[in-house]
Nanobody, 120 residues
Framework: VQLQASGGGLVQPGGSLRLSCAASGSIFSINDMAWYRQAPGKERESVAEITSGGSVDYADSVKGRFTISRDNAKNTVALQMNSLKPEDTAVYYC???????????????WGQGTQVTVSS
């Protein structure tokens, strides 16, 4: 099982980016999916989370600007980021709790990280 993230890049303040993450492999079921970020010199923090049923939660710093969504049929999660600010600059990681076909329990998986830079 692996997560593959894409969609990062350089954008001007006020701009938008869309991150995508696809889970692949011998997947039986996916529980929670989320996006985290880590800025230089800071700890990794949760940005947005979405349950298998579609309930969402956001960090206060991104509420009203970011939207998380998932496609359960395609095992994907996306993060639409609008009104980006320089303080959103970070490496963004996707996360998922996945039960593979080989095990009875859910395990945590991380994507490889994608850089988002907000600068003029």
């Amino acid at each position: 099982v692996q997560l593959q993230a894409s969609g990062g890049g350089l954008v001007q303040p006020g701009g938008s980016l869309r991150l995508s993450c696809a889970a692949s492999g011998s997947i039986f079921s996916i529980n929670d999916m989320a996006w985290y970020r880590q800025a230089p010199g800071k700890e990794r923090e949760s940005v947005a989370e979405i349950t298998s049923g579609g309930s969402v939660d956001y960090a206060d710093s991104v509420k009203g600007r970011f939207t998380i969504s998932r496609d359960n049929a395609k095992n994907t999660v996306a993060l639409q980021m609008n009104s980006l600010k320089p303080e959103d600059t970070a490496v963004y990681y996707c996360y998922a709790k996945i039960r593979s076909v080989w095990y009875a329990s859910f395990e945590s998986f991380w994507g490889q990280g994608t850089q988002v830079t907000v600068s003029s």
